[in-house]
T-cell receptor, first 114, second 111 residues
Framework: EAQVTQNPRYLITVTGKKLTVTCSQNMNHEYMSWYRQDPGLGLRQIYYSMNVEVTDKGDVPEGYKVSRKEKRNFPLILESPSPNQTSLYFC?????????????FGPGTRLTVT | RKEVEQDPGPFNVPEGATVAFNCTYSNSASQSFFWYRQDCRKEPKLLMSVYSSGNEDGRFTAQLNRASQYISLLIRDSKLSDSATYLCVVRPPGGYQKVTFGTGTKLQVIP
């Protein structure tokens, strides 16, 4: 089954404790992105990657890091989480070859930083 | 002005009704437009792309008005299962990956 998986799905952590949210897709997509979704602000892009070892900042990259060492994986790293990073996070993948430009989203990770 | 603006709603409509949402965008050079659907606390899913000539998929019709810089989504014969948040998505020129999501319009279809 074609899918994007994220782990963990729910995470409660404390300020300053480094964490990683994993994202993996099995569709051989070149493009992957991370978004955060907050009430009243919608989905905002954090980082995106156009292929292995190619990443770039989205609209709200501060406080986040990413890496793309393999095509299928695109982890999101919070080196020192803060309460303002409490949010719902989505990973997405897509392929320019598809023509529709459809993004496939993972199920989301709900992060709470206390 | 926000890059992409939507009326947050909620739009409460009876089953069988026709409902329309608009979405305005600020960058006149924007190239691609989409409607995504998001059920409560779940991931967004592509509903339909929006083409310049307008397009239809069953009960759903999407239209683009470049002169006035808005896209619309029309849902005919609303079903209870149409209850969701509808996200407008705009791709500006110059980047496949860079898209802007609207904050969404919430639709509640009532029995």
């Amino acid at each position: 089954e074609a899918q994007v998986t994220q782990n963990p799905r729910y995470l409660i952590t404390v300020t300053g404790k480094k964490l990683t949210v994993t994202c993996s897709q099995n569709m051989n997509h070149e493009y992957m992105s991370w978004y955060r979704q907050d009430p009243g602000l919608g989905l905002r892009q954090i980082y995106y990657s156009m292929n292995v070892e190619v990443t770039d900042k989205g609209d709200v990259p501060e406080g986040y890091k990413v890496s793309r060492k393999e095509k299928r994986n695109f982890p999101l790293i919070l080196e020192s989480p803060s309460p303002n990073q409490t949010s719902l996070y989505f990973c997405a993948s897509s392929s320019p070859g598809q023509g529709t430009h459809e993004q496939y989203f993972g199920p989301g990770t709900r992060l709470t930083v206390t | 002005r926000k890059e992409v603006e939507q009326d947050p709603g909620p739009f409460n409509v009876p089953e069988g009704a026709t409902v329309a949402f608009n979405c305005t965008y600020s960058n006149s050079a924007s190239q691609s437009f989409f409607w995504y659907r998001q059920d409560c606390r779940k991931e967004p899913k592509l509903l339909m792309s929006v083409y310049s000539s307008g397009n239809e998929d069953g009960r759903f019709t999407a239209q683009l008005n470049r002169a006035s810089q808005y896209i619309s989504l029309l849902i005919r014969d609303s079903k209870l299962s149409d209850s969701a948040t509808y996200l407008c998505v705009v791709r500006p020129p110059g980047g496949y990956q860079k898209v802007t999501f609207g904050t969404g319009t919430k639709l509640q279809v009532i029995p």
